[in-house]
């Protein structure tokens, strides 16, 4: 046995070459030429060590040895969501050894496009990869029978997950089932011998999804029969039906718009014991075609809506312009007294839908409106573009304006008297309808009307009274009007407000939108493809503190939008 003694690095002359600082010393007299210079003193001057280093002779061999064969994959498939593109860059990265090895045979090497016969390589690696990783067990017992002569008719194992498809292994190393159709000449190899695949594993579902997109995301049937021509996949619905509910292109046509839950009514809506059109909605409805000599010309009709007692009043309008429509207005206010707040819609729905009024709205300038008539008594409130649900109260009721004047125009053009008379007495129709069911056994408390207010009555026929012109009678009368007028606010209160008070839609509380979301903003004049998509910037709650709309950023513009409106797409962020 020979004994070594450590030299300490202080002393080791070899890291002369290795560890030097600044130039190394290699002049004659350096210690890297002469050594040590303890080699030059006796040997118990050496410097000791507390440990020592033994050699001996005897081969050490360890007592287990493990072998262990890793298979690193060319690519990973997880970093993949497309099957198409895994199987290119897979072409690409076999092509690369291909073209070394025929330029050492110096032979012309593959460039340009991959070749089918590449794609197919590919596609082939792909399968065995993803086979190899989830039956590894299977695969060792298909290799040991396809080297053994005698072939045995299903050699794996009862427990294995292979066992009822009769796997067999072909000349390309793919596990296939063996069906029993293998005497139909009209069926192809893939029909016969499916290639079977696990359906936990992500080339599974990237196969499952290339089919999905092949038959453009629907005629879902159909993929699930083709990928049964090739494939054999455990509980392939199941696969399917998560494949399609993960795909984002299916998750944004199946995005509709969540309304927040229904809002309480507005303080207009019940300002009782107050003037009618205290609280007042405006829009617009036509063009109407009317005859002056021989020449034809358009009338609109102004809606103006009581939003407490819900009676109307209808005026003609000439024209579009903001002149037409400031005159318009006071001769409502002159006949009906002025409101305390205007309610409109904003943008095209403030006149209405018709092609005619959305080229009509350009004459109309909404600033010298507010301008004409907001004071200090007065404020004018725009709802959020494209929500007409907001102004429900006005828009089903020109609704039953227009059902009426449909009914009962003549087939001739009208003139502007005529036009004039129809719509005063569909006025008078409209406010005589009753606010509540009218009651069938109890003909003593006829139902509630808004003629009540305007009129004292349902037709606005009174009973005669002797004219007495005295202090006291005049007193009586007034006294008289004032307790018939409370009378109606009474029964409005019982009867009426029992009617709105429920919901008649959006029942349950959704998840607020909110800054960042991506939107895609519902236009219903427009196709679903075509629907604007674009992400929140700001939300605008209402009094219940729930975003009621909101504004969003497009390609083309920034728009305001109420949240009816607006779909929320499930966006993966950060995903592959």
Request: proline share 6%; glycine share 4%; charged share 25%.
């Amino acid at each position: 046995m020979t004994e070594w003694r450590y030299v300490p690095t202080n002393l080791n002359v070899a890291d002369e070459g290795t560890k030097w600082k600044g130039l190394p010393d290699l002049s004659s007299e350096a210690r890297w030429f002469k050594g040590p210079e303890f080699l030059r003193h006796p040997e118990e001057n050496w410097p000791r060590s507390s440990t020592t280093v033994k050699t001996t002779d005897l081969e050490l061999r360890p007592s287990v040895l493990a072998h262990f064969v890793s298979l690193e994959p060319i690519v990973c498939v997880r970093e993949f969501s497309s099957w198409k593109r895994l199987i290119n860059v897979v072409a690409f990265v076999q092509r690369f050894p291909a073209n070394c090895r025929l330029k050492l045979l110096k032979k012309s090497i593959a460039s340009g496009p991959i070749s089918g016969q590449e794609m197919l390589s590919a596609e082939m690696y792909l399968i065995r990869q993803a086979q190899q990783e989830s039956f590894p067990d299977e695969i060792v017992i298909l290799r040991k029978q396809q080297k053994c002569s005698a072939q045995t008719s299903n050699p794996i194992p009862q427990t294995s997950a292979l066992h009822q498809k009769t796997p067999w292994m072909d000349q390309n190393g793919i596990i296939r089932m063996r069906g029993r159709i293998a005497a139909c000449h009209y069926a192809t190899e893939d029909a016969k011998y499916p290639i079977i695949l696990s359906r936990d594993h992500h080339t599974t579902k990237l196969i499952v999804g290339h089919y999905h997109q092949k038959y453009h995301h629907q005629n879902h049937e159909t993929v699930i029969n083709e990928i049964r021509q090739k494939y054999s996949i455990p509980k392939l619905r199941m696969i399917f039906k998560k494949v399609r509910g993960d795909c984002q292109l299916c998750k944004n046509n199946r995005a509709i718009p969540c309304p927040p839950i229904m809002a309480d009514l507005p303080e207009a809506r019940l300002a009782a014991f107050e003037r009618p059109f205290t609280h007042v909605g405006i829009d617009f409805f036509g063009p109407y075609e009317i005859v002056i000599g021989r020449r034809i010309e358009k009338r609109w009709g102004m809606l103006a809506t009581c939003l407490t007692i819900r009676a109307i009043h209808i005026d003609v309008v000439h024209s579009l312009y903001t002149d037409s429509c400031v005159m318009a207005i006071r001769n409502f206010i002159s006949r009906r007294g002025k409101p305390r707040v205007f309610h409109s819609d904003r943008g095209t729905n403030f006149i209405g839908a018709n092609r005619e009024l959305r080229e009509a709205e350009k004459s109309v300038n909404q600033n010298d409106l507010m301008k004409e008539f907001v004071d200090s008594e007065t404020k004018w409130e725009f709802l959020p573009p494209s929500s007409p649900h907001m102004g429900g109260s006005w828009e089903r009721l020109i609704g039953s304006v227009k059902k009426n004047l449909m009914a009962i125009l003549p087939a001739r053009k009208l003139s502007d008297e005529v036009l004039r008379n129809v719509l005063t007495e569909i006025e008078n129709t409209v406010n005589s309808r009753p606010l509540t069911h009218v009651p069938v056994d109890d003909d003593s408390a006829p139902a509630l009307t808004l003629n009540h207010f305007l009129l004292g009555s349902s037709n606005g026929i009174k009973p005669l009274c002797t004219l007495d012109d005295s202090d006291v009678v005049l007193k009586q009368g007034w006294t008289l009007s004032q307790v018939q007028t409370n009378l109606f606010w009474k029964r409005w209160v019982s009867d009426y407000l029992s009617e709105i008070t429920r919901r008649t839609k959006w029942f349950v509380h959704t998840k607020p939108i909110e800054v960042d979301d991506i939107v895609v903003i519902a236009d219903p004049k427009m196709p679903r493809n075509c629907w604007p998509k674009g992400r929140i910037i700001c939300v605008h709650p209402g009094r219940d503190h729930q975003p009621r709309s909101a504004t969003v950023r497009t390609m083309t513009g920034i728009y305001e939008r109420p949240v009816a409106k607006l779909a929320v797409l499930d966006v993966r962020r950060g995903g592959a």
